[in-house]
């Protein structure tokens, strides 16, 4: 077991999204899932029914006790749904030097809001500066520049612009826009990479829980000392291989199968060429 992630995030009851899907998919990649929960939702594949918000003053102590104790080798975020919540998990986070993996979770796959509408600037002004990678879909990057995307080379504008908002480097997920293929753009000073270009889309709704479960697929491949390059291509191969496996499971947006690289003992060094050890 190698690299140690902490999650703050919120939970899902469906278990195929949030702190879950995170759990499950750093413990599926060989790392160790620490968590700091900033909210509870009454959730299955058909929606969020409700919202139970943690208070800030818990949410400061779940992550002192785990950074004092544990430590941290990635800390990645996701549902911060209030100005209050990412303020104290910023404020949290002041003295911890490892690098952060920003999902921007604006609104469940069914489409109801996980972060409130005052919410906004507090994630542009407080935590994208915070972030070492930044992962937002089309319609999260387009609510935070104001601007529109609807091609691969719309994506690299807009993930230059994000980048000028103080993220160290910017995923650009191309999922939302129209077509058979689907391509991500990877945006840092230095460069735009394309990363897998021309992939073909899945027709299926079994997709909850992609966003969440790519950002932590990302965050344990940076903890696990890749590049930032190969552990976002190790994290959409993964990704696209959960929801070619996916279990059907649910009457609506249903959940992926996080657990496909251990179907069998040697699958992670065979997968992944033996580019880590699993020890």
Known sequence: MKGRVLIVAGSDSGGGAGIQADIKTVTALGGFAMTAITALTAQNTQGV???HAVSEDFITKQIDVVLSDLGADVVKTGMLHSPSVIE???RA???CAAPVVVDPVMRA???AALLQSDAQAALIDLLLPRATLLTPNVPEAEALTGLTIESVAGLQAVGERLLTMGP???LMKGGHLDGAAMTDVLVTAERSSIIGLGRTRQDTLHTHGTGCTLASAVAVGLAQKLTLHRAVERAVAYVDRAIKLAPGFG???GPINHAH???RADALDDWFEGEYDDD
Do not use: F, N
């Open 261 to 263: 690289p251990l179907r």
């Open 93 to 95: 986070l002041k003295d």
């Open 251 to 253: 009457q609506g947006h």
């Open 88 to 90: 104290t998990v910023v």
């Open 109 to 111: 796959k069914g489409g």
């Open 168 to 170: 160290k480097a910017v």
């Open 49 to 51: 029914h409700d919202i």
